[in-house]
């Protein structure tokens, strides 16, 4: 249904470039300035040259590899404790905020760059570390040991990750305070990637099945960072399609992307083979304007939309908010109250894949009939319009995730000293107390990203209503069902963070 | 930036900006001040009440037990920390911007609550597998910055709307005229 | 591909495998050879909310939510230095020997607080946790045993602890109990 595998939609509108330093522009739909990018690899001294570095990838995954498997000796042999444990406090607290707040906002899918969960499946698939295979059998152009079957088309689409993050968060509780719980998750992942590697092709478990790729897969959309081609003409007359098939200089798309064609962030993991592979420097890094990439493929990346959003008020709900009984249901492993844990949960997945849902649905069913003219197809009103909901997502979780760093980000400081709570202290800090910094100024960065959340979802809103119909009236009496509909989500999260 | 667009901005935020001074004018205290009692029994990984609501100006007593282990009541804003012991009418108060001081042995907590707006005390004392979230939350009423946001939010729907009349037609139907010729590149 | 390149860098991810465990090894055996500066018994007593328990078992992430670790009976020579260990797998509890007037000491998740005395006359006495730590407080004892010249375990034949009622040691699922607050 996401026609990701070698897309064949057309490129974005063609780059024109406007002169100095690399900045081009594009014509945008609706009026208004055009969209600016910024070529980074020509603005930022040695980005190129970094870039095209064979061991790049290697020398960033490898140190986060030693982290990695210390948090995972850690959290067996260390405190049970979880804010005793490194890898509770660095994973669910230093981890997150960065990845939420930084790394998917400024800089797209650049975990999946330092992730090191495919470590030792692509080491294995490949045969190699930093150097490149040619020849059969493999993909493409490059050699290749494994089965390097397809993945089957029928889950070629995020729902498994839909499913699988859904359904780990559901136990959230557990997870993110029970060091071997997150050992268990953490490590059975790494597993089941190394695995799936020698299984299929590439990094279909990347893909097809890591939960945390599935949200960073949505929320990339917004990312100021896009890897694109430069100018669609050089990729049309090459013959190489190195970036496809790989070659001496690097592999084809892990990511079963065809770079030079690429619109979208979504699967794009940034492993930056592509900028290695084209022959005529065609690929690049740009900067540009924050939620540039709108466009929702299929109902399983709108379906993805719901469950963030949903989670991002049911953590805020279980984690922060005051209240006992979801807490003692959310924690049911502790508490045994088993029967309100079901409830919990039934009603965790009813609002992600249900309620939710059902509402948007009703509002972009209600705004059609308002809009009036010539009938619109209601899917295509409902993927388009279902957008709203990634940047006024991300910004919820962002907000959520500033007082998860704002309280309990002494811990970092304390644990950096006596990783496993086991009495160490190697940089004489373990002692450091529990201080919140400045926590009651939180609600003054939150309501902000809110704001920031609910403008992007408007303006996208309302400019994908202009595209669908047309005069200024329809498209403002189309698009109000949804707009109250995000404004009131937006003044939910904005009760239960300030009110 | 064209000036027409510099001009569009600045109305826009003009309007979101009365909106939210109107929303934040809005909420009020509920009675003049007074002195309130209000026992809080911190437990396995809550607080009893979880919200504790009061008015600006209100002397707050809090009488802090536990029902099962060591609690700590961590209240932001206000400098306030207290080790709650389980079985003892006592809870050690110390203020975390003077770590210096000793810790004193009261019966009961007390502040004024002058700082209005919602504020979350914490369990400052490490009680099990949830105490990092096990918290509760003071609201201190007229709460202006949630009728702040809510009015913010209002006024950027307003202000959207608005400013989506007064552009008129023009911009409508160059986007259809761009739509029919790439209905997906919307960026 | 260069071979060379290849298995440098190969060899240094294996190296890492072996190294990150041996050094989590090592600075682990240093900090408890800390507390061994004089010769000196060195226990180490982990304390254990869920079942009431204070143990001379290991109790890490990897156990403490399968099994209830096994009630310590510390045995000791009368006369001998005592360095105890304290160790908390969840809240904060604290120790004392009410008998030997040793403690209380606060023992805290995260920290390892030491007590140190002279065995005393052979004898068997009662360890408790004096901070309420849950359900299972009350139960939570634990007896260190001091054995005289030529005496051994057998002497003392368990009759210090009193029967568990509310939280039973069963040898597994050691946080079911926790459930009646």
Same mark, same amino acid.
């Given at each position: 249904?996401?026609?990701?595998?070698?897309?064949?939609?057309?490129?974005?509108?063609?780059?024109?470039?406007?002169?100095?330093?690399?900045?081009?522009?594009?014509?945008?739909?609706?009026?208004?300035?055009?969209?600016?990018?910024?070529?980074?690899?020509?603005?930022?001294?040695?980005?190129?040259?970094?870039?095209?570095?064979?061991?790049?990838?290697?020398?960033?995954?490898?140190?986060?590899?030693?982290?990695?498997?210390?948090?995972?000796?850690?959290?067996?042999?260390?405190?049970?404790?979880?804010?005793?444990?490194?890898?509770?406090?660095?994973?669910?607290?230093?981890?997150?905020?960065?990845?939420?707040?930084?790394?998917?906002?400024?800089?797209?899918?650049?975990?999946?760059?330092?992730?090191?969960?495919?470590?030792?499946?692509?080491?294995?698939?490949?045969?190699?570390?930093?150097?490149?295979?040619?020849?059969?059998?493999?993909?493409?152009?490059?050699?290749?040991?494994?089965?390097?079957?397809?993945?089957?088309?029928?889950?070629?689409?995020?729902?498994?990750?839909?499913?699988?993050?859904?359904?780990?968060?559901?136990?959230?509780?557990?997870?993110?305070?029970?060091?071997?719980?997150?050992?268990?998750?953490?490590?059975?992942?790494?597993?089941?990637?190394?695995?799936?590697?020698?299984?299929?092709?590439?990094?279909?478990?990347?893909?097809?099945?890591? *939960?945390?790729?599935?949200?960073?897969?949505?929320?990339?959309?917004?990312?100021?960072?896009?890897?694109?081609?430069?100018?669609?003409?050089?990729?049309?007359?090459?013959?190489?399609?190195?970036?496809?098939?790989?070659?001496?200089?690097?592999?084809?798309?892990?990511?079963?992307?065809?770079?030079?064609?690429?619109?979208?962030?979504?699967?794009?993991?940034?492993?930056?083979?592509?900028?290695?592979?084209?022959?005529?420097?065609?690929?690049?890094?740009?900067?540009?304007?924050?939620?540039?990439?709108?466009?929702?493929?299929?109902?399983?990346?709108?379906?993805?939309?719901?469950?963030?959003?949903?989670?991002?008020?049911?953590?805020?709900?279980?984690?922060?908010?005051?209240?006992?009984?979801?807490?003692?249901?959310?924690?049911?492993?502790?508490?045994?109250?088993?029967?309100?844990?079901?409830?919990?949960?039934?009603?965790?997945?009813?609002?992600?894949?249900?309620?939710?849902?059902?509402?948007?649905?009703?509002?972009?069913?209600?705004?059609?009939?308002?809009?009036?003219?010539?009938?619109?197809?209601?899917?295509?009103?409902?993927?388009?319009?279902?957008?709203?909901?990634?940047?006024?997502?991300?910004?919820?979780?962002?907000?959520?995730?500033?007082?998860?760093?704002?309280?309990?980000?002494?811990?970092?400081?304390?644990?950096?000293?006596?990783?496993?709570?086991?009495?160490?202290?190697?940089?004489?800090?373990?002692?450091?107390?529990?201080? *919140?910094?400045?926590?009651?100024?939180?609600?003054?960065?939150?309501?902000?990203?809110?704001?920031?959340?609910?403008?992007?979802?408007?303006?996208?809103?309302?400019?994908?209503?202009?595209?669908?119909?047309?005069?200024?009236?329809?498209?403002?009496?189309?698009?109000?069902?949804?707009?109250?509909?995000?404004?009131?989500?937006?003044?939910?999260?904005?009760?239960?963070?300030?009110? | 930036?064209?000036?027409?667009?510099?001009?569009?901005?600045?109305?826009?935020?003009?309007?979101?900006?009365?909106?939210?001074?109107?929303?934040?004018?809005?909420?009020?205290?509920?009675?003049?001040?007074?002195?309130?009692?209000?026992?809080?029994?911190?437990?396995?990984?809550?607080?009893?009440?979880?919200?504790?609501?009061?008015?600006?100006?209100?002397?707050?007593?809090?009488?802090?037990?536990?029902?099962?282990?060591?609690?700590?009541?961590?209240?932001?804003?206000?400098?306030?920390?207290?080790?709650?012991?389980?079985?003892?009418?006592?809870?050690?108060?110390?203020?975390?911007?003077?770590?210096?001081?000793?810790?004193?042995?009261?019966?009961?907590?007390?502040?004024?609550?002058?700082?209005?707006?919602?504020?979350?005390?914490?369990?400052?004392?490490?009680?099990?597998?949830?105490?990092?979230?096990?918290?509760?939350?003071?609201?201190?009423?007229?709460?202006?910055?949630?009728?702040?946001?809510?009015?913010?939010?209002?006024?950027?729907?307003?202000?959207?709307?608005?400013?989506?009349?007064?552009?008129?037609?023009?911009?409508?139907?160059?986007?259809?005229?761009?739509?029919?010729?790439?209905?997906?590149?919307?960026? | 591909?260069?071979?060379?390149?290849?298995?440098?860098?190969?060899?240094?991810?294996?190296?890492?495998?072996?190294?990150?465990?041996?050094?989590?090894?090592?600075?682990?055996?240093?900090?408890?050879?800390?507390?061994?500066?004089?010769?000196?018994?060195?226990?180490?007593?982990?304390?254990?909310?869920?079942?009431?328990?204070?143990?001379?078992?290991?109790?890490?992430?990897?156990?403490?939510?399968?099994?209830?670790?096994?009630?310590?009976?510390?045995?000791?020579?009368?006369?001998?230095?005592?360095?105890?260990?304290?160790?908390?797998?969840?809240?904060?509890?604290?120790?004392?020997? *009410?008998?030997?007037?040793?403690? *209380?000491?606060?023992?805290?998740?995260?920290?390892?607080?030491?007590?140190?005395?002279?065995?005393?006359?052979?004898?068997?006495?009662?360890?408790?946790?004096?901070?309420?730590?849950?359900?299972?407080?009350?139960?939570?004892?634990?007896?260190?045993?001091?054995?005289?010249?030529?005496?051994?375990?057998?002497?003392?034949?368990?009759?210090?602890?009193?029967?568990?009622?509310?939280?039973?040691?069963?040898?597994?699922?050691?946080?079911?109990?926790?459930?009646?607050?």
């Amino acid at each position: 249904m996401t026609g990701k595998t070698q897309n064949a939609d057309p490129p974005n509108e063609g780059t024109v470039a406007v002169g100095d330093k690399g900045r081009t522009a594009q014509p945008r739909v609706g009026g208004g300035s055009p969209a600016w990018r910024l070529d980074l690899l020509a603005v930022i001294p040695g980005l190129r040259w970094l870039v095209k570095r064979r061991w790049l990838q290697f020398a960033v995954v490898f140190p986060n590899l030693v982290f990695f498997y210390l948090f995972l000796i850690a959290g067996v042999f260390g405190s049970p404790v979880g804010n005793r444990n490194i890898i509770i406090i660095f994973v669910w607290i230093l981890w997150w905020f960065l990845l939420i707040t930084l790394m998917v906002p400024f800089a797209s899918r650049v975990w999946c760059t330092v992730c090191p969960f495919p470590f030792f499946g692509e080491w294995l698939q490949r045969g190699a570390l930093i150097g490149t295979r040619v020849g059969k059998p493999g993909v493409g152009r490059n050699r290749m040991f494994g089965l390097n079957l397809r993945w089957p088309k029928a889950l070629s689409n995020i729902w498994l990750q839909n499913f699988g993050f859904l359904g780990l968060c559901t136990f959230s509780v557990a997870l993110v305070t029970r060091p071997i719980v997150s050992v268990f998750v953490l490590g059975g992942l790494f597993v089941v990637a190394t695995i799936l590697h020698l299984v299929f092709r590439q990094r279909a478990f990347c893909n097809y099945v890591c *939960p945390v790729s599935g949200f960073l897969s949505l929320y990339s959309m917004t990312s100021m960072l896009e890897v694109r081609s430069k100018e669609a003409e050089v990729c049309s007359k090459c013959a190489d399609k190195g970036c496809l098939a790989g070659n001496e200089s690097g592999w084809g798309c892990p990511w079963f992307m065809y770079p030079s064609r690429m619109d979208r962030n979504n699967y794009c993991g940034l492993c930056t083979e592509c900028l290695k592979t084209c022959p005529y420097d065609n690929m690049t890094l740009r900067l540009r304007p924050f939620c540039s990439d709108t466009r929702i493929k299929g109902y399983d990346e709108s379906w993805k939309a719901f469950i963030m959003l949903t989670l991002a008020l049911a953590y805020s709900m279980t984690l922060l908010g005051p209240w006992a009984t979801i807490k003692d249901w959310a924690n049911a492993s502790e508490t045994g109250q088993w029967g309100g844990f079901a409830l919990y949960a039934a009603s965790l997945w009813m609002s992600a894949l249900c309620i939710l849902p059902g509402v948007f649905f009703g509002s972009v069913w209600l705004g059609r009939l308002l809009g009036g003219g010539a009938p619109k197809p209601l899917k295509d009103l409902f993927l388009g319009w279902s957008y709203t909901l990634v940047p006024l997502g991300l910004l919820a979780w962002i907000a959520f995730s500033f007082p998860l760093i704002f309280v309990n980000g002494s811990y970092i400081i304390s644990v950096l000293s006596d990783p496993m709570g086991r009495g160490w202290d190697l940089l004489g800090t373990a002692d450091f107390k529990w201080t *919140p910094y400045h926590p009651e100024l939180l609600a003054w960065i939150q309501v902000p990203l809110l704001g920031i959340g609910l403008f992007f979802a408007l303006r996208t809103g309302y400019r994908f209503a202009q595209s669908r119909f047309g005069s200024t009236r329809s498209s403002i009496l189309g698009f109000s069902p949804l707009a109250v509909l995000l404004t009131a989500i937006a003044c939910g999260f904005l009760r239960l963070f300030v009110g | 930036m064209s000036r027409s667009e510099l001009l569009r901005w600045g109305a826009g935020v003009l309007v979101v900006l009365a909106s939210t001074v109107i929303g934040a004018w809005m909420p009020r205290a509920s009675g003049p001040p007074q002195v309130r009692r209000i026992e809080v029994k911190a437990r396995q990984y809550a607080y009893d009440p979880p919200t504790i609501e009061v008015n600006q100006g209100d002397t707050v007593r809090l009488k802090l037990t536990s029902q099962d282990v060591v609690h700590g009541f961590y209240l932001e804003a206000y400098d306030l920390q207290a080790t709650i012991m389980p079985q003892s009418p006592y809870v050690e108060v110390s203020r975390p911007s003077r770590p210096e001081e000793k810790p004193e042995k009261l019966e009961e907590v007390e502040f004024v609550a002058d700082r209005t707006g919602k504020f979350r005390y914490r369990c400052s004392h490490t009680c099990g597998t949830m105490h990092p979230f096990m918290s509760g939350e003071l609201v201190v009423k007229p709460n202006r910055l949630l009728g702040g946001g809510v009015g913010a939010f209002a006024g950027m729907l307003i202000a959207g709307c608005l400013l989506a009349c007064v552009l008129g037609n023009g911009s409508g139907e160059a986007a259809v005229a761009n739509s029919g010729r790439s209905p997906h590149a919307i960026p | 591909m260069n071979w060379k390149i290849e298995i440098a860098s190969a060899l240094l991810v294996l190296l890492s495998l072996v190294a990150a465990p041996a050094w989590v090894l090592h600075v682990e055996s240093e900090a408890a050879a800390a507390h061994e500066a004089s010769p000196a018994r060195v226990i180490t007593l982990t304390a254990v909310a869920a079942g009431g328990i204070w143990t001379e078992e290991e109790v890490a992430g990897h156990n403490y939510w399968r099994r209830q670790p096994e009630p310590a009976r510390t045995v000791v020579l009368s006369g001998e230095n005592v360095v105890i260990r304290l160790k908390s797998a969840d809240v904060s509890h604290s120790f004392s020997i *009410p008998e030997l007037e040793v403690g *209380p000491v606060a023992v805290e998740p995260g920290k390892v607080s030491v007590v140190r005395f002279v065995a005393p006359a052979p004898g068997e006495y009662l360890i408790q946790c004096s901070t309420r730590c849950g359900p299972c407080h009350e139960e939570m004892l634990g007896t260190l045993v001091v054995l005289g010249s030529g005496e051994t375990l057998a002497d003392y034949p368990p009759g210090l602890l009193p029967p568990r009622t509310k939280c039973p040691n069963h040898g597994s699922a050691a946080h079911s109990e926790g459930g009646d607050r």
